[in-house]
């Protein structure tokens, strides 16, 4: 099973086939199962912006589609001054399909940070309707 510093190792991978070419800010991330799988996902930019689908996502959905229903692990790298924080809809998607998972971030310059989601992501969303 990948350690986190392999899972790290993984996303920087998974960023360097990042479409960024609006923001130039490439982000890698590599999604880990129980069983030690690794999926990656890039930031995927496009002309309208709006459209834009974060690193975070593209790992969570690609493997979603591969059937895959439980997860440990994500790392995200991005090359910035400290590591960068998911954002909203990426943190409220992981919650929903990974629950409180290990969230490592990097930068390319080797500082790193640690979470649980729950951390990160206190309060989420979820309704459940009156009977
Ligand atoms: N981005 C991610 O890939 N993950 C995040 O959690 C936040 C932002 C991407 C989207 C866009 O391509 C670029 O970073 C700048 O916002």
Redesign the pocket.
């Known amino acids: 099973m990948a350690t986190e510093n392999a899972l790290i190792e993984e996303a920087k991978k998974a960023r360097e086939n990042a479409v ?1 070419p609006f ?1 130039k ?1 490439k ?1 890698g991330a590599a999604l880990r199962t129980p069983s030690g799988k690794v999926y990656h996902g890039c ?1 995927v ?1 496009n002309c309208t912006y709006g459209l ?1 689908v ?3 996502r593209v790992a969570l959905l690609t493997a979603l589609a591969a059937g895959e229903r439980s997860f440990d692990a994500i790392a995200v790298v991005t090359q910035s001054d400290e590591p960068s924080t ?2 909203g809809p ?1 943190r409220q998607l992981m919650w929903e399909f990974c629950g409180d998972i290990d969230v490592t971030l990097a930068n390319l310059t080797g500082q790193r940070v640690d979470y649980k989601l729950s951390t990160l992501f206190p309060k989420p969303f979820y309704f459940s309707l009156e009977s």
């Open positions: 960024a923001s800010f982000v930031n930019e834009t974060c690193a975070e998911p954002c990426c």
